[in-house]
């Protein structure tokens, strides 16, 4: 177990629709990712917040946005849904923002769009 | 940018044979390097991360792994593998002093047989 954990673990909805990934990083962690895991795309890095604020931008689309609460907490949304957004969402979560720290994964939230 | 490429998609060994898995990566800058496993149905487990110094890395559950600079590659090697070994192994890049965002490889699935 990493600490970090992500709700729902399964996510089952149609083209179109709009879905909240919720992600609760380890206790003392400031900084969270969003990575999504698909059989095409493979492992691709979405975004990364630190402390509140945006880091980083990776391959996000522009249907897809993020936040991070006062409370470090972070949501992943996902507007406008299609068949090939179906795919893994693992938020991970590190102490600091910086590349010498260590990402934990959380379990993932597998999305599923019929 | 950097790259990662893995250079087996599947791996298939014998219970207590040594394995080597290979990664090669491209950065025109420095980078640090990362093992992660997953296993089924569950996160990203960090393996072992070369940050600096010596080039032989020790990780968990009895992986190592070598950074080589001039040939840009870490493998990760095992010398018995166990059936619980079993799982995907990503090799993942992150550019030194940037961005903690990581680069991962399309991933080895290691098959072990008893």
């Known amino acids: 177990d990493s600490g970090v954990t992500q709700t729902p673990k399964h996510l089952i909805t149609a083209t179109g629709q709009r879905v909240t990934l919720r992600c609760s990083p380890r206790?003392?962690?400031?900084?969270v990712y969003w990575y999504q895991q698909s059989l095409d795309q493979g492992l691709q890095f979405l975004i990364q917040?630190?402390?509140?604020?945006?880091?980083a931008k990776g391959n996000i689309l522009e249907r897809f946005s993020a936040q991070q609460f006062p409370d470090l907490h972070s949501e992943l949304n996902l507007s406008s849904l299609e068949l090939g957004d179906s795919a893994l969402y693992f938020c991970?979560?590190?102490?600091?923002?910086?590349?010498?720290?260590?990402?934990?994964f959380g379990p993932g939230t597998r999305l599923t769009v019929l | 940018a950097q790259s990662v490429t893995q250079l087996d998609s599947q791996v298939p060994v014998f219970e207590e044979a040594p394995v080597e898995l290979r990664c090669n990566y491209s950065?025109?800058?420095?980078?640090?390097l990362f093992w992660y496993v997953q296993y089924p149905n569950q996160g990203l487990q960090l393996l072992l991360k070369?940050?600096?110094?010596?080039?032989l890395v020790k990780g968990i559950n009895g992986f190592e792994a070598e950074f080589n600079k001039s040939q840009t590659s870490f493998h990760l090697r095992k010398p018995s593998v166990h059936i619980s070994d079993t799982a995907e192994y990503f090799c993942?890049?992150?550019?030194?002093?940037?961005?903690?965002?990581?680069?991962f490889g399309a991933g080895t699935r290691l098959a072990v047989h008893p």
């Open positions: 070369y940050l600096s110094g010596s080039t």
């Open positions: 206790s003392g962690d400031l900084s």
């Open positions: 993942a890049v992150t550019m030194s002093g940037g961005y903690n965002k990581l680069i």
């Open positions: 917040y630190y402390n509140g604020e945006e880091r």
């Open positions: 950065s025109s800058v420095s980078v640090y």
């Open positions: 991970a979560s590190s102490v600091g923002g910086g590349t010498a720290n260590e990402q934990f």
